[in-house]
């Protein structure tokens, strides 16, 4: 982003609820367009599942507890979960629980309510004010803001620091961005500390922090891209509702997360969505697999170079590792060490555009190109050869078992 943030623009008044946006609204959108449009264009609910409920209780344990400070009933499975994260809880009436978000940017209301907000957050400076949010997951490490979800393979990539990684995958999702943005915005200080705390819901409760501190200008950097353009989209979209057709689907992730619940229903997809979704899927699972590899070799590099102690070791490690990288294992010839995560980067944000680019109708339904006929191009890409045979080897791993 470049325009600063500016305490100036916190708390105004709605205009009008269709340019108000939620940074989960964002996040369904982003994932798919579709299933945002089912949701916020036709109105219709996805039914409820037992894991929203149970965040939503133990959401309620934790407001009960930051207000008044009576203590969580443990034998409720809400309030054993929130008891196993106490140690990281901050003292009750210490801070505001529910904290609420509201301001306009480029005519975009952000709304929401951060789950607590304030000082004496264990494991932080007594006097650093915290920004809290509270997740409930089945398996955090897989699915939360953490390096060892495969979703931030890309990003685990690109190498630094456990703390630059943790930076790069915050500044990637629409809720920490806008809550960080809020609080510098509110303050006028030139960071946000973000403290995600995610409870286990399933087997043994037990709970883990998720730190990062995110700075003014790392906020204005992607504050376009990851929270006002896809915004600026919602809102167009709902000023003038498209048939939802037209919304742009997203069959990657259609099995995702116990799959969506609009699947053949609200949601018709058409063979050859269906069938590009099945392309980009395999796609992705190569890319991953290619990440992972590098990942692990960069791993073993590094452990190397540290079990070798001195620093002259150290140093001749270091020279090595670029030799190893042009053996092609690392870095293949076709792309420099310097250029490759770039190169990577950007074709995922080239994805990332094409998938939260919505399509908007510009004709007639009946002008329209018929499903599966091929002409639609943000729905129906041409299919090469090379995606065929990716798509096939999808269907074989589909067989063997290896993803699903
Ligand atoms: S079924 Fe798939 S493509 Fe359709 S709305 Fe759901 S996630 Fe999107």
């Not at 037992?50 to 499975?77: F, I, Q």
């Not at 999702?173 to 303050?187: C, G, K, L, N, R």
Request: net charge neutral.
């Amino acid at each position: 982003m470049n325009a600063p943030l500016r305490q100036d623009i916190v708390e105004q008044e709605a205009l009008d609820s269709s340019v108000a946006v939620s940074a989960s609204q964002i996040d369904t959108f982003v994932t798919c367009n579709r299933k945002w449009g089912i949701e916020k264009l036709l109105g219709i609910k996805p039914p409820p599942k037992a894991s929203a409920e149970l965040g939503k209780e133990m959401h309620g344990v934790a407001e009960n507890y930051h207000d008044t400070g009576k203590s969580p009933d443990r034998l409720t499975k809400a309030g054993a979960m929130f008891v196993s994260g106490l140690p990281w809880v901050a003292p009750p009436k210490s801070g505001t629980a529910e904290q609420r978000i509201n301001f306009f940017m480029d005519g975009v209301q952000f709304l929401g309510f951060i789950d607590y907000r304030g000082k004496n957050v264990p494991g932080w400076d007594p006097e650093a004010r915290v920004t809290r949010d509270y997740k409930t997951s089945s398996a955090p490490d897989k699915y939360g803001l953490f390096a060892t979800n495969k979703d931030y393979a890309h990003l685990a990539a690109l190498g630094g620091s456990d703390e630059e990684i943790r930076k790069r995958i915050f500044l990637s999702h629409p809720q920490p961005v806008i809550y960080a943005t809020f609080d510098v915005m509110d303050t006028g200080d030139d960071v946000a500390n973000l403290d995600w705390l995610y409870f286990w819901s399933k087997g043994k409760e037990r709970a883990k922090p998720n730190r990062v501190v995110l700075r003014r200008a790392e906020l204005e950097d992607v504050f376009e891209k990851v929270v006002l353009t896809p915004s600026k989209q919602i809102v167009r979209l709902k000023m003038a509702p498209p048939p939802i057709e037209d919304l742009e689907p997203n069959p990657a992730v259609c099995n995702k997360y116990g799959g969506c619940p609009f699947s053949g229903k609200e949601c018709k997809l058409s063979d050859h969505q269906q069938f590009a979704g099945m392309v980009k899927k395999m796609n992705q699972y190569e890319q991953q697999q290619e990440e992972k590899k590098q990942m692990n070799l960069l791993e073993k590099i590094k452990a190397q170079n540290s079990a070798n102690g001195s620093s002259a070791a150290s140093e001749t490690k270091k020279s090595e590792a670029p030799s190893l990288a042009g053996t092609g294992r690392v870095n293949p010839p076709e792309s420099r060490p310097s250029e490759r995560p770039a190169a990577r980067a950007v074709e995922k944000e080239e994805k990332v555009e094409t998938k939260v680019a919505p399509k908007v109708a510009s004709e007639k339904r009946e002008d329209r190109p018929v499903p599966g006929g091929g002409s639609r191009a943000t729905v129906a890409p041409d299919v090469s050869d090379a995606q065929l045979g990716a798509a096939l080897r999808l269907l074989r791993d589909f067989m063997l078992g290896r993803i699903g």
